[in-house]
């Protein structure tokens, strides 16, 4: 159950002579100290314009397109040169792997080794390769 406050029993106390002018007087000060509402809103109104150009500004710029870089004589050269070091690298390992022999030497004992030639095998079919064994047909 809720009480009621009854404000007819409070005491009451008679203002001073002087009270509703003091609180008229401050009323009209602290109006005056705070800027006008319509002043707010405009500064609010051209804070959000600002940020707003300069978001619209950043985003502009990295939606840019990105320019293709311009293609001058001495680039051109450098292009050339780094082509023809890697062709010469290219042509280097390919003489490389012809050079090299495809023998594995194995050693049966101290005394005997084997050369198996890689060209000379042949490989397992993958079904053959998972079991390890080759039939003989």
Known sequence: MTEHLDLKRLPRVDASDGFTADVLRRVRTDQARQPAPRLRLAMAAIAVVVVSAAAGAWWTRQSAPIEPATVTAESLEQLRSEYEELS??????????????????????????VLFDLRDIEPLPVSLASTGSRRIQ
Request: no cysteine.
């Open 88 to 113: 010469r690298e290219l042509e280097s390992f390919h003489r490389l792997a012809e050079d090299t022999q495809p023998f594995v030497p194995v050693s049966i004992d101290p005394r005997t080794e």
